[in-house]
């Protein structure tokens, strides 16, 4: 299991979705994006008028669409041994399932590593033939 939590930062596994992308979204997400639990607090509207806190309405489950989970389709992937060859045989919307340590980080991560290697220095963990889930707004 991943472990990945809410918005990718740690506990249980709350991945919804991970679709094999055509084109980018951001620079760090090629080519697998990750649709972690996050659609509610994105799409969530309210006022504050200062008379007390926000009354939020429950959204309906009916406004969600039905989604079939067909496992049996998917291809495993173990991150461990996975081969760039391997990584070019993936298809759009191919589902995968993903086993292994996948490493985190957002923009202060990436910036703190461009960092480190303009100074020179060693980055604190080995990126030879590792997974980095950018942890970003989604």
């Not at 249980?12 to 607090?41: E, R």
């Not at 309405?57 to 291809?75: H, V």
Request: proline share 7%.
């Amino acid at each position: 299991a991943l472990g990945i939590g809410a918005q990718g930062l740690g506990g249980l596994t709350t991945v919804l979705d991970v679709k094999v992308l055509d084109y980018p979204t951001h620079a760090a997400n090629l080519p697998i994006a990750m649709v972690p639990n996050c659609a509610a607090t994105r799409h969530v509207h309210f006022h504050l008028d200062g008379s007390g806190p926000a009354k939020l309405e429950p959204p309906s489950l009916e406004d969600w669409p039905k989604l079939t989970y067909a496992p049996s389709n998917a291809r495993r992937v173990d991150l461990a041994t996975v081969t760039r060859e391997e990584v070019a045989n993936w298809k759009t919307g191919e589902v995968l399932l993903l086993n292994g340590k996948l490493l985190t980080g957002r923009d202060a991560a990436h910036k703190r590593m461009t960092d480190m290697l303009n100074r020179g220095e060693k980055l604190p963990v080995d990126f030879t033939n590792r997974f980095i889930y950018y942890v970003g707004p989604v």
